[in-house]
C-alpha cells in the first residue's frame, strides 16, 4: 500500500534513494540539493540502508568516487548543484563515456556569477553533450517517481549510461508537497537487483576501465556511445509504461496537456508547466485554444515525437530558463533544439523563444499568459514578430 | 599493426576484458632510435632485460643467453644501453667521448633508417 506524505522536492529524492537502497552515494552538499544528501545520511546513521555513504571534500571527488564504486560493480547514486556540478565537470563525462549506470539528482540552480542559489538550467544545460540521460521534473513526485524509474534506465544493458533527474531547486526542491510514496517492497521489486557484467570486483576476470584510447579506437567508442542513447529511448519507453502500469501513473517521453485541439502551445519544462497548466485552463476558459507541451526527456532529445506532437500547432512558444551565450539570436537551448526537431521534421510553424525566470526571477501566470497572446498573435499574422524574448527583464 | 575491429566488436567503455593483452599492442612503429648489438661481446648479465620497461630483451632462459630485442614492442628509449655495464667499461676505456651509436660499444642506439649509412644490417 502506497501512502501520501507532506514532502519537499529533496525529501522526496531521499526517501526514493532510502528506497532504492543503493550501495555506494558519494555526494557534496551545495544549495539547494544539501536536504537530499543530509537527509539520506541520516538514513545511512539510522541504519534504514546499507549504503556505503562516502563523504568527500569536493564534488570533483564524489563524482570521482562515483565511478570508481560504479565500475567496481556497486549501484551508485549522487546528488547536486550549479557549481557543485561545474566542478564535477571532467567526471561528469568520463562517468558517461566508461558506461557506468550512476544516477543522479540534480536540483537545478543557476549558475555563478554574479552567486546565486536560486533556480534556472543553466546548470543541466551545460551538461547537455555529456552523454548522461537527462530527465526533467515539474514536482517532487515527478522527481521521486523519475528517481526510481532512472535506476531501471541507466542500468538496462542496451543503454547503461548515467541518468541525471533534474527538478527546480526552491520551488520544488524546498516546496512542501503532497506526495505518493510506495511500499519500500514494490520499490525494490521494480528496480530489482543490479547485476553488473563487467564489475572491477570480480578478482576472478580481471579488466582494465578507463585505459589510453587514441585515434585508433576512441572514436569507436564515443560511436558505441551514441548507441548507448539510441537505444535509450525505448528502454525508456517500455520502463515507464511498466512503472505506469504498477504505480497507476501517466508518463511519457513529455506531457502533453489540452494540447490536441489546441492552436498554440508553450513548450516548457519543470516547476514552470505548473504555472502554465493554470494558464493554460484560465484561457480555455475564455475559449481561448492554448495547449502546453512539458518535456520530460531532455537527453535524448526525443525530436521526431516531439515535432509530431506540434505538428497541428498554429505557433509554438519555447520557454527557456537559461540562455545560449552566442548561440543564434542568444536564444535558450531547448527553442533551438526544438527549432531543429520541427525543421527536421517538416513541421513549419512560427516558433519563438522566451527566456525566463534566470537566477529563480518569479515566473507569474500573466506572463505567461502574454506569452500565449503573442503566440496568438503570431499564429493569426503566421510570422513570427521577435525570435527571441527576454521575459520580465528590466530595460 | 594488428587489424583493426568495428565499433560493434569490442568492449563499450573503453573497458579491456582480458588481462596481459598489452603484447597485441605494437608500439615497436614509436620507435626514433633502434637498439642494435655493437662490437664489444655482451656478458649476458641481464641487466638490459631487468631494467627494459617494455619487455623487449629477447633472453635464452635456458642458456641464459641474451638474444636481441623485440623490435615489435621496442619503443627505443635506450635504457637498455644506459644500463648495460659493457658499455660504461667501453666508454671509459675510450680516450674520447663516445657518441650513442659507437660502433665499439656492446648496445648502440642507432637513428630508425639509418643502419645502412651506419655499416648494420
Not at chain 1, 564489475?199 to 548507448?228: A, M, S
Not at chain 1, 533544439?337 to 527566456?355: F, I, K, R
Request: aromatic share 8%; proline share 4%; hydrophobic share 40%.
Amino acid at each position: 500500500m502506497s501512502k501520501f506524505e507532506a514532502l519537499d522536492g529533496n525529501a522526496a529524492v531521499a526517501t526514493a534513494m532510502r528506497q532504492i537502497n543503493p550501495d555506494v552515494v558519494a555526494a557534496y552538499p551545495i544549495t539547494p540539493q544539501t536536504a537530499t544528501v543530509q537527509t539520506f545520511s541520516e538514513y545511512v546513521n539510522d541504519g534504514l540502508v546499507d549504503t556505503e555513504f562516502v563523504t568527500v571534500e569536493s564534488e570533483h571527488s564524489a563524482m570521482s568516487a562515483c565511478v570508481g564504486a560504479s565500475a567496481a560493480g556497486a549501484r551508485v547514486m549522487t546528488a547536486t548543484a550549479a557549481n557543485g556540478l561545474a566542478l564535477m565537470w571532467e567526471i561528469v563525462y568520463i562517468a558517461a563515456s566508461s558506461r557506468l549506470p550512476i544516477v543522479m539528482s540534480l536540483v537545478n540552480r543557476a549558475l555563478s556569477g554574479p552567486i546565486n542559489i536560486h533556480p534556472d538550467h543553466s546548470d543541466v544545460m551545460g551538461m547537455r553533450d555529456a552523454g548522461w540521460i537527462i530527465l526533467m521534473s515539474e514536482n517532487g513526485q515527478e522527481a521521486y517517481d523519475n528517481i526510481i524509474q532512472a535506476i531501471r534506465i541507466g542500468e538496462h544493458a542496451d543503454v547503461l549510461l548515467p541518468v541525471a533527474v533534474c527538478q527546480d531547486g526552491f520551488i520544488t526542491g524546498h516546496g512542501l508537497e503532497r506526495v505518493e510514496i510506495y511500499d519500500d517492497s514494490e520499490v525494490q521489486d521494480f528496480i530489482g537487483t543490479y547485476k553488473p557484467q563487467w564489475p572491477l570486483l570480480d578478482l576472478n576476470n580481471p579488466k582494465t576501465y578507463g585505459p589510453l584510447d587514441f585515434y585508433d579506437y576512441y572514436y569507436e567508442h564515443k560511436r558505441q556511445q551514441i548507441q548507448g542513447m539510441e537505444n535509450a529511448t525505448p528502454v525508456i519507453l517500455e520502463v515507464t509504461k511498466e512503472f505506469n502500469e504498477r504505480f497507476d501513473r501517466n508518463y511519457g517521453l513529455f506531457e502533453a496537456y489540452r494540447l490536441d485541439d489546441a492552436d498554440v502551445a508553450v513548450v516548457v519544462a519543470n516547476s514552470t508547466a505548473g504555472t502554465a497548466k493554470t494558464v493554460v485552463d484560465r484561457m480555455r476558459d475564455e475559449g481561448l485554444k492554448v495547449g502546453m507541451l512539458k518535456i520530460r526527456l531532455f537527453r535524448p532529445f526525443p525530436a521526431e515525437e516531439l515535432a509530431k506532437a506540434l505538428s497541428h500547432l498554429e505557433a509554438v512558444a519555447v520557454m527557456d530558463r537559461s540562455v545560449s551565450f552566442g548561440a543564434m539570436d542568444n536564444a535558450g537551448p531547448l527553442y533551438l533544439e526544438l527549432l531543429a526537431a520541427l525543421t527536421a521534421h517538416g513541421v513549419s510553424v512560427p516558433t519563438m523563444d522566451y527566456v525566463y525566470g534566470l537566477g529563480g526571477r518569479d515566473i507569474l501566470p500573466g506572463e505567461i499568459e502574454r506569452v500565449f497572446n503573442d503566440a496568438l498573435d503570431a499564429a493569426q499574422s503566421g510570422e513570427v514578430e521577435r525570435r527571441v524574448t527576454y521575459l520580465s527583464v528590466r530595460e | 599493426m594488428s587489424e583493426l575491429k568495428g565499433w560493434k566488436e569490442i568492449p563499450i567503455g573503453g573497458m579491456i576484458l582480458e588481462a596481459g593483452n598489452a603484447v597485441e599492442y605494437e608500439t615497436g612503429d614509436w620507435r626514433a632510435f633502434r637498439p642494435v648489438f655493437g662490437e664489444a661481446e655482451c656478458i649476458n648479465c641481464f641487466q638490459c632485460w631487468l631494467n627494459c620497461p617494455d619487455s623487449s630483451i629477447l633472453v635464452d632462459a635456458e642458456n641464459e643467453e641474451m638474444m636481441g630485442f623485440d623490435l615489435k614492442h621496442c619503443k627505443g628509449c635506450g635504457i637498455c644501453a644506459s644500463v648495460c655495464p659493457v658499455n660504461a667499461r667501453v666508454r671509459k676505456k675510450a680516450e674520447e667521448e663516445l657518441e650513442r651509436n659507437d660502433p665499439r660499444l656492446c648496445i648502440r642506439m642507432v637513428e630508425e633508417g639509418k643502419f645502412e649509412e651506419a655499416g648494420d644490417e
